[in-house]
């Protein structure tokens, strides 16, 4: 907290703070695995992002967050972990004026987490596509990790009412943006397809991640747009992030993908990442 390592129930924030107030300031979430974390370097770079999108100075470098990191997961005797970063606005006054905040409040969790039930992997996710848009890039781009997610939460909460965990969000255009908290991608006759960072959605450290192993191995990738009917005919559908690493989806609404088994393309980058971040995962 703030530059000191407290225990749990010291790690508390005050109801002045900006960040619990309005929703005003930034986070990430990240993964160690033993005792390497995971593409650090990304997610420190697209925090300062999401700072500098909100006129939030961080008061620490990116050496500085990546430390006290280290020293989070050593003082907790983790070396697998979920980290929790996050960057609030800070204690100021009632009032949104950001201005009148005079200090950033600082702080990273460690825990462990499991975001969907571990057979889920085995058998693949039912997702429904969300009545609710992702927020409009101009009004609240997305590729901004803020603290307000409430746009997320109230599809995410769509899914939840219809029995499934996870929401496919399209943009003001219809096109397919991501998921509440996931990026997503579609296998079509061996080719791999992702909407584009302008869909507005988040540019997830996972979604870049898969996208560096298609390219080593040999699996076509692109960025395009497309919408809800393109996906749903696809042959495989498959989501990313951090905390849910690959999931294969089964279903969306009430069309089975792919005859509802987790296809060959989705196995081979589950694969592929499990090896690389088992061995010496990545930390830029
Ligand atoms: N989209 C949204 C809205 C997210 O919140 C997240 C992270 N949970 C992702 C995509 C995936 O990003 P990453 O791979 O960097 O975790």
């Not at 749903?232 to 989501?239: G, T």
């Not at 990442?273 to 830029?284: Q, S, T």
């Amino acid at each position: 907290m703030d530059g000191t390592l407290v225990p749990r129930e010291q790690a508390v924030v005050s109801v002045f703070d900006h960040g619990l107030l309005y929703g005003d300031g930034c986070f990430e979430g990240i993964r160690a695995y033993n005792g390497r974390i995971f593409k650090v370097g990304t997610h420190v770079r697209r925090l300062f992002a999401s700072a500098d999108a909100i006129r939030l100075k961080s008061p620490y470098s990116h050496e500085q967050w990546i430390d006290a990191m280290r020293c989070t997961l050593s003082a907790n005797g983790l070396g697998n972990a979920y980290l929790r970063v996050v960057m609030t606005r800070g204690v100021g006054t009632l009032g949104l004026n950001p201005f009148r905040c005079p200090a950033p409040t600082c702080f990273i969790v460690a825990d462990q987490i499991t975001l969907y039930p571990p057979s889920l992997y085995e058998s693949g996710m039912k997702v429904i596509t969300a009545r609710r848009p992702r927020n409009l890039p101009a009004a609240l781009d997305p590729s901004i990790k803020s603290l307000n997610y409430l746009n997320n939460i109230l599809a995410k909460i769509e899914a939840v009412d219809a029995g499934v965990l996870e929401a496919i969000m399209l943009n003001h255009e219809g096109y397919v943006a991501e998921c509440t908290g996931d990026n997503i991608f579609f296998v079509r006759g061996g080719q791999v397809v992702t909407p584009p960072v302008s869909a507005g959605l988040l540019e997830g450290v996972t979604r870049g991640f898969v996208m560096e192993l298609c390219r080593r191995n040999g699996i076509p990738c692109e960025e395009r747009l497309f919408r809800i009917d393109e996906i749903k005919a696809a042959d495989e559908v498959f989501l990313t992030g951090t905390a849910a690493e690959i999931i294969a989806v089964s279903q969306i609404d009430d069309t089975v993908i792919g005859g509802g088994a987790i296809g060959p393309v989705c196995r081979t980058l589950t694969d592929r990442f499990r090896a690389a971040v088992a061995r010496d995962a990545p930390e830029d």
